[in-house]
Nanobody, 127 residues
């Protein structure tokens, strides 16, 4: 069973940066698809950034050019570098994964596509 632990959240001012980390354990498939998602109070969970087994990335339009998703396979760690944060980025951020024996899929920004989730890390951006 995949276990995901996020860290790196915090409270920052508009325009500042944060880097989120997600450490994974219990990986058994040959390929994994990874994603960062966020959920603000009263809103649905939304996809922020994903990376597939081939290293291709996808971003929500709202974060393109500001956020970067990356992974270090040896450390089993996923990162989300966030720059130029604004109050609309305030949310609980989740790391998610989907394992597969097939490495040819494109990842999805839909939360429903992922099978394992972390507990989340809070990001709060004040104006």
């Amino acid at each position: 069973q995949v276990h995901l632990v996020e860290s790196g959240g915090g409270s920052v001012q508009s325009g500042e940066s944060l880097r989120l980390s997600c450490v994974a354990s219990g990986l058994t498939y040959s390929n994994y698809y990874w994603g960062w998602f966020r959920q603000a109070p009263g809103k649905e969970r939304e996809g922020v950034a994903t990376v597939d087994a081939s290293g291709r990335t996808k971003y929500a339009d709202s974060v393109k050019g500001r956020f970067t998703i990356s992974q270090v396979n040896a450390d089993r760690t996923l990162y989300l570098q966030m720059h130029d944060l604004n109050p609309d980025d305030t949310a609980l951020y989740y790391c998610a994964a989907r394992g597969s024996w097939n490495g040819a899929y494109y990842s999805s920004l839909s939360p429903a596509w992922y099978t394992s989730w972390g507990q989340g890390t809070q990001v709060t951006v004040s104006a």
